[in-house]
């Protein structure tokens, strides 16, 4: 009998192991139907024709501006994501714009899709990510400086606070053209409907009072 060399082994190990991994969501949901005039998206947009695409579909002109900061969190982000730039389509990329005010934050979210990486371009800024349960939920955080560059791996729960005391711009680069944000206070305490005070409770190890102020706040969104 005859045995397959194991590079050739490996080989096919390897690639059954690729043709099984699913792809990536660009959305947060997609359930299954047999009734195929009632689908609107599989993973992304429709695509126009590329005989109708111009230049002006590959030109995004919305991070030029300053975002306003005049609100509860100091700080504004501006997307150029595929639903504002649609030349990203298909492409895996996206990005946008950081403004901060003195003491701005943005808050502790999660990008489900995509990795992201910030370039502080004024100002300072204090930055980390926290790493999952099998790592201990483990901080990882710097003070940026004007040039500094720094990046939070795909889904971990990451902020950034502006520390100075002048304005601060930082942009961001991210590996998904719809990457999503989930803000952390927002999901929890702001879920429509609300989650269960039992749930809460119980999760955050406080007395149901809290939990009800918590809930009754306005969260804030700035994207």
């Known amino acids: 009998m005859k045995y397959l060399p194991i590079s050739l082994l490996i080989l096919a190990l390897a690639t059954a192991t690729a043709f099984a991994y699913d792809p ?50 100091g700080s504004k982000v ?17 990005m946008a714009r950081l403004d901060f005010a003195p003491g701005g934050l943005n808050p502790p979210h999660t990008h489900p899709r995509g990795t992201e990486v910030l370039v502080v371009v004024e100002g300072m800024l204090l930055v ?17 400086y004007k040039g500094d ?10 902020f950034q606070l502006n ?23 927002n999901a929890v305490f702001g879920a429509k409907l609300p989650i269960s005070a039992d749930v809460l409770t119980k999760a955050f190890q406080v007395d149901k009072k809290e939990v009800d102020y918590l809930q009754a706040q306005f969260w804030y969104d700035n994207n």
């Open 24 to 73: 990536s969501p660009l959305q947060d949901i997609c359930v299954a139907t047999n009734d195929p005039n009632s689908g609107v998206f599989v993973n992304g947009k429709f695509c126009k024709d590329p005989k109708q695409a111009s230049a002006d579909d590959f030109l995004f002109m919305g991070l030029r501006n300053p975002g306003n900061t005049a609100n509860p969190l």
């Open 149 to 158: 560059v720094f990046v939070f791996p795909i889904g971990l729960i990451h």
């Open 163 to 185: 520390t100075g005391n002048t304005n601060a711009l930082a942009f961001a680069g991210l590996s998904s053209q719809n990457p999503g944000v989930i803000t952390i206070a």
């Open 78 to 94: 501006t997307q150029a994501f595929v639903d504002q730039f649609p030349g990203l389509n298909t492409l895996g990329i996206s």
């Open 128 to 144: 980390g990510f926290v790493t999952s349960n099998q790592l201990n939920n483990t901080l990882f955080t710097k003070v940026l």
